[in-house]
């Protein structure tokens, strides 16, 4: 019982992952959490243009001559 607690107490956090990607699969929130995923590279992506705009044309013209 002891080895059992032990094991429990060194292993919840993959265990608890676990169990939520059981219930996302069998649930099929798959394509929710995917859509959040590809939203967020989106909006993340977005935002560096919007910062970095020069250095991101510049780049895009030296990819695009090398071609």
């Known amino acids: 019982m002891k080895d059992l607690k032990n094991f429990i107490y060194e292993y919840r956090g993959a265990i608890i992952g676990g169990i939520i990607s059981i219930v996302i699969l069998c649930t099929g929130l798959l394509r929710l959490v995917l859509g959040l995923i590809i939203l967020s590279i989106g909006v993340f992506l977005g935002n560096y243009v919007q910062q970095n705009k020069y ?13």
Do not use: G
């Open 55 to 67: 250095e991101v044309k510049q780049k895009l013209l030296d990819f695009i001559n090398k071609i």
